[in-house]
């Protein structure tokens, strides 16, 4: 996908220049990845910024390849076939959709099979492609480079669940360290003998071997995979959360008990739909319901993040060279927007420039906010102007963002609401607004009428459009206009001007530069 081109002498200071023509991000604008796992066959196809991908093609199918691998040492005769099934169909589209070679990846269920050899023989007879199969800790890896994908610079522990397996991985200051893998799947746990009692003992007895080679683990738990994303989704459920949003969703011990609980007492079928969980998903749920929590006892995290990417994303990562993983994920993917969408791209760094003495006291985390919503301010212009700033709400707190918790999303939400209109009443997403405090959805107002005003005074990026001046303690506004920037600053602009001095509190004074 093509996007316009920054000038040479362009720079955002400590983010950099973007790296969109550069050989290393364009090789990796559209990827394709085949997950081969004990449950479910998944393609996904990564496209736009390299750093920030989004998803331009996402499909899974419920194989259960590893069902009964346990008794019969061999693959699912169904499952196999279905996976092939599956395998040829998402070559046959990577085919259409022009994209270099797929890459394939088993975990596993075909790794331990006998016959998983022989699989993958008739993978690549009948499509091509082959199988990169990897062991435990290869697997644990890679998912753990997922998500630091999603979270550069994160600690913690990345616990990634399959169907037949999972892994545990340490992470810290960006790096990979620690990791293991066990055979606590949800599958494999269904044929342990002994009931729901020999399998809670058997599930204590491997996880206190876990903890004993993984050693402490105290900070962040990071959950990857398909059932950890369905208990969350029925968490969210008991609690009546409003951000239907799995990634960086947080939950706390004492929440994944109570859930835990509900789960035992809830009907299976009136959860599954009332969730949005699929029937074969549901079926393992409580199993992975008991595994997690014997994984919270033993490891006791500080908190609990859920993490979107794993092992695909782990595996884009892996080709990435090292100046490109350094990127702000989210920085990256507000900058390509802005190139691929903005009517004048290169506009939010000039409009980053003159709102900033606002934010001169703001925090970094606040400031990388403020960075993004200006690169965002003008993406959805397209949208009717009746829904404009409904739709900039919906995309910051619901797009493929990484980087992002979700009191950020919510904050950056407002902010482009107020972007296009001044009251953030009578929307249909009040329910959202109370995800931060009153204190930070008036920062994230200002910053939205301060972006509301400033693109009134819309010019060449690199034009000169006057200076803001703010004293917080006097409370006073200040504008100086350049001479060019002076017919531009009519009854709109001066009614915007007047509207975010009102929710700083403040008085005003305009002039014009000499």
């Excluded at 983010?15 to 449950?39: E, M, T």
């Excluded at 549901?282 to 997690?292: D, F, G, K, T």
């Excluded at 531009?488 to 004074?509: D, Q």
């Amino acid at each position: 996908m093509n996007v316009a081109a920054e000038p040479a002498n362009t720079d955002w200071g400590p983010f950099g220049r973007p790296l969109f023509n550069d050989a290393s991000a364009r090789a990796l604008s559209r990827v394709g990845v085949i997950d081969i796992g004990s449950n479910s066959v998944r393609l996904v196809v990564f496209d736009g910024a390299a750093r920030s991908p989004v998803y331009f093609y996402n499909e899974k199918i419920m194989c259960a390849l590893g069902a009964g691998l346990s008794e019969t040492g061999q693959l699912s005769p169904q499952g196999r076939a279905r996976a092939l099934a599956a395998i040829k169909r998402f070559q046959t589209l990577a085919d259409g959709m022009g994209i270099p070679p797929l890459t394939a990846v088993a975990t596993a269920a075909v790794r331990e099979a006998s016959d998983g050899r022989d699989f993958c023989s008739d993978v690549e007879r009948e499509t091509g492609l082959r199988i990169w199969v990897i062991d435990g800790e290869e697997e644990a890896r890679l998912s753990a480079q997922g998500v630091l994908l999603g979270w550069p610079g994160s600690y913690g522990l990345v616990c990634d669940i399959g169907g037949s397996s999972m892994e545990l991985a340490e992470i810290s200051q960006g790096r990979v360290g620690r990791r293991v893998s066990s055979r606590l799947g949800p599958l494999v746990l269904c044929d342990i003998k002994g009931g729901k009692a020999g399998r809670r003992a058997h599930i204590k007895s491997v996880m206190q071997e876990l903890g004993e080679k993984m050693g402490p683990q105290r900070d962040r738990l990071f959950l990857v995979g398909g059932s950890w994303r369905a208990i969350a989704r029925i968490d969210m459920h008991r609690r009546g959360y409003p951000l239907h949003v799995l990634h960086e969703y947080r939950m706390t011990a004492r929440s994944v008990s109570q859930t835990v609980k509900y789960i035992e007492k809830s009907d299976p079928e009136q959860l599954r739909s009332e969730c949005g969980v699929s029937s074969a998903r549901m079926a393992l749920v409580p199993i992975a319901a008991e595994v997690l929590k014997r994984l919270i006892s033993t490891f006791r995290p500080k908190d609990i993040a859920l993490s979107s990417y794993g092992i695909r994303e782990g595996m884009l990562y892996e080709q990435m060279p090292q100046r490109l993983r350094d990127r702000d994920p989210l920085i990256e993917a507000c900058r390509f927007a802005e190139a691929k969408d903005a009517r004048l791209p290169g506009f939010g760094k000039a409009l980053h420039s003159f709102i900033m003495p606002l934010f001169q006291s703001a925090p970094a985390d606040k400031k990388r906010l403020i960075k993004a919503a200006c690169l965002l301010h003008d993406v959805s212009w397209r949208a009717h102007p009746d829904y404009r700033a409904e739709v900039c709400f919906d995309n910051a707190t619901r797009a493929n963002l990484g980087g992002l918790k979700h009191s950020e999303r919510v904050f950056l939400g407002v902010a482009l609401l107020h972007r296009y209109r001044n009251r953030r009443e009578g929307t249909r997403f009040e329910d959202l607004y109370n995800l931060i405090d009153e204190k930070k959805q008036l920062q994230a107002e200002i910053l939205g009428k301060a972006m509301r005003f400033g693109a009134m005074l819309w010019m060449e990026p690199d034009a000169q459009m006057g200076k803001l001046r703010w004293y917080p303690k006097k409370k006073r506004l200040e504008l100086t206009l350049t001479p060019e920037a002076v017919p531009l600053y009519g009854e709109v602009a001066e009614a915007r001007f007047l509207s975010l001095a009102a929710s700083l509190g403040a008085e005003t004074h305009v002039s014009t530069a000499a």
